[in-house]
């Protein structure tokens, strides 16, 4: 797939058409200054989501190496070249 490239402007515009549609499907009409207010929140949400993802993914693979084995190790590298 290839990757789009936009214009600030263009993905602003995007973004506004997007939040505009998630709340008309909800019942909501917003004016423009609040759904810019409401865009800004999502994007927020969507920030926190990814960090807290990355957290713990992070955590996961740390308790992972931690339980490993040497021979766990060997095994699952023996695996994955099998593959």
């Known amino acids: 797939m290839l990757k789009e490239t936009y214009k600030d402007d263009e993905l602003e515009i995007q973004l506004l058409d997007i939040t505009r549609d998630l709340m008309t499907s909800m019942g909501l ?3 423009t200054d609040d759904l810019i207010k409401i865009k800004d929140q999502l994007l ?3 920030w926190m989501y990814e960090k807290i993802k990355d957290h713990t993914i992070s955590n996961v693979s740390k308790d992972i190496r931690k339980s ?3 021979e766990l190790k ?3 590298k023996t695996k994955l070249k099998e593959k």
Request: charged content about 15%.
């Open 29 to 31: 009409n917003p004016l």
């Open 44 to 46: 927020k949400f969507i």
């Open 68 to 70: 490993l084995t040497p």
């Open 74 to 76: 060997e095994l699952l």
